[in-house]
């Protein structure tokens, strides 16, 4: 079993930030923690930004140039960097990680963080 734990979600006011982690736990041999997801209410669930194993990033183009995501390996945490946050960022907040099996992709998500931001 893999758990992803995520933290860091709250209220924040336009303009805010916040720091978003996702720590993973239990058996995690060969997992692949992919980044962030988000899903707003009435809305499908997309993609934030991801960082692969060797460290290049990929970011939604409603988060460039305000949101940040990196990894500490050692810790088996991601973490997503939110600045300039804007009222259409209330969301929450998945953290997501892959593990290959057989060529299989098997998809792990946490139970997601809540951000809503006010205008």
């Known amino acids: 079993q893999v758990q992803l734990v995520e933290s860091g979600g709250g209220l924040v006011q336009a303009g805010g930030s916040l720091r978003l982690s996702c720590a993973a736990s239990?058996?995690?041999?060969?997992?692949?923690?992919r980044g962030w997801y988000r899903q707003a209410p009435g809305k499908q669930r997309e993609l934030v930004a991801t960082i692969s194993l060797s460290g290049s990033t990929d970011y939604a183009d409603s988060v460039k140039g305000r949101f940040t995501v990196s990894r500490d390996n050692a810790k088996n945490t991601v973490y997503l960097q939110m600045t300039s946050l804007k009222p259409e960022d209330t969301a929450v907040y998945y953290c997501n990680a892959r593990r290959y099996v057989v060529g299989v992709a098997n998809d792990y998500w946490g139970q997601g963080t809540q951000v809503t931001v006010s205008s």
């Open positions: 239990g058996s995690i041999f060969s997992i692949n923690l």
